[in-house]
């Protein structure tokens, strides 16, 4: 079998090889899955994206559009904007998903309990200070929100 090419798919497969866990520079960081569909390509992607888990439900999270820090937001945040729901794999589970930005006042806090979790992320909001806020979505399971 070949070796994935990308970072990416380098951890979408060991994710999927040690049930959601990773090592490297994601060693210990919640991450998902995201499946998404690209708006002008129609071609399916699976992201790895780090999450913090919405508070009193198993059946949501959160997930954050840094793009490492770039200028630009990633596209797989316009992709889920645009299509309103998708997949998720959390762990060893696979389920769908509604897709909701977050904006102003709670969009800023739950950043900065991001930051408060992972420290790395003050740093991308430095990086884009000026140039753009970093999008927080919520990704609540279908069928439970």
Same mark, same amino acid.
């Given at each position: 079998?070949?070796? *994935?090419?990308?970072?990416? $798919?380098?951890? &979408?497969?060991? +994710?999927?090889? =040690? #049930? /959601? ?31 913090? *888990?919405?508070?009193?439900? $198993?059946?949501? &999270?959160?997930? +954050?559009?840094? =793009? #490492? /820090? ?39 806090? &739950? ?35």
């Amino acid at each position: 079998m070949a070796e *994935p090419a990308t970072l990416n $798919e380098r951890v &979408v497969a060991e +994710f999927r090889a =040690n #049930g /959601g866990r990773v090592g490297g520079r994601f060693a210990g960081m919640p991450l998902v899955l995201l499946h998404h569909v690209g708006r002008t390509s129609g071609r399916e992607f699976v992201t790895p994206a780090a999450y913090l *888990p919405v508070a009193g439900t $198993e059946d949501a &999270v959160y997930v +954050f559009a840094t =793009n #490492g /820090g770039a200028a630009e937001d990633p596209g797989w945040y316009a992709n889920l904007l645009a299509a309103g729901t998708t997949r998720i794999e959390r762990g060893t589970e696979t389920f769908p998903v509604t897709v909701r930005e977050l904006t102003g006042d709670e969009r800023d806090a &739950v950043y900065a309990e991001q930051v408060r979790r992972s420290p790395g992320f003050a740093e991308y909001e430095r990086m884009t200070a000026g140039v753009r806020v970093i999008p927080v979505l919520e990704l609540v399971r279908a069928g439970t929100g």
